[in-house]
């Protein structure tokens, strides 16, 4: 669950670095070491970094790694309340409130 909760927001992160930065998608594979295609599937959401890896993305694009990979307090408040519009099971809306250091 926490994994693809990051991946879009690890992704939009990353994506934004990379044009703040006036980097190209092949500047940031090249740095991490992967495809141009890793790269845009990553921005896109639909692939995750694995967690060993993460630090290599930051630094590729100028972010400290808590930067990249740390959920704000904001967007977790945002995912809680749209899971439980959507009354998802219970054990999902606690997994968002421990993510943002709240009571189970």
Do not use: H, Y
């Not at 990553?42 to 808590?66: H, K, M, Q, S, T």
């Not at 519009?85 to 993510?99: F, H, Q």
């Amino acid at each position: 669950m926490t994994d693809r909760l990051n991946r879009g927001v690890i992704g939009q992160r990353l994506r934004a670095a990379r044009e703040a930065s006036g980097l190209r998608q092949e500047d940031v594979a090249k740095a991490a070491g992967v495809s141009i295609a890793f790269v845009s599937d990553v921005e896109r959401g639909n692939r995750g970094i694995a967690a060993d890896r993460r630090e290599v993305f930051a630094r590729a694009v100028g972010l400290p790694i808590a930067d990249l990979t740390e959920l704000d307090p904001a967007t977790l408040a945002v995912v809680e309340a749209r899971l439980v519009a959507a009354g998802r099971c219970a054990r999902a809306v606690r997994v968002v409130r421990e993510m943002a250091g709240g009571a189970a």
